[in-house]
């Protein structure tokens, strides 16, 4: 199944809220996973997945902000999902020059403070289905 970013479902917008909260409080990671993808993508027409990129993100923040950066860009237009290799989704840049202008716009943001205290907790470890 692919999902519809521009027109979420209840379960959508549950996921969009935590997804604007993992934004907002890892910025950093998640603008550094969306312009290394986009550089990647660029380079590889044929498409690449969200993997290729998350094992340069600390193992703690990894997953979520992979997403978190994927979600983003397809929902800005920047990447189209084009199928699957597994569980993992397939993407390829919907517009080169778009994709480059946005990250002409976007550069990298300073280094954040990734210290326990400075990071807080976003969610409650009840938030999770196991």
């Not at 690449?48 to 929902?75: F, M, N, Q, Y």
Request: net charge negative; hydrophobic share 45%.
């Amino acid at each position: 199944m692919i999902t519809d970013y521009a027109n979420p479902s209840e379960e959508g917008t549950r996921r969009d809220d935590a997804l604007a909260l993992l934004t907002a409080n890892r910025a950093h990671w998640i603008r550094f996973a969306q312009r290394e993808f986009l550089a990647c993508l660029l380079g590889e027409p044929a498409g690449a997945t969200a993997d290729r990129v998350s094992h340069e993100l600390p193992l703690a923040i990894r997953k979520s902000c992979t997403g978190a950066a994927v979600c983003a860009l397809a929902t800005a237009g920047l990447i189209v999902p084009t199928g699957c290799a597994g569980r993992a989704r397939i993407w390829r840049i919907a517009d080169p020059a778009a994709a480059r202008r946005w990250a002409a716009d976007h550069p990298p943001l300073p280094d954040p403070d990734d210290t326990p205290a400075a990071q807080g907790v976003l969610f409650s470890v009840h938030d999770y289905a196991y």
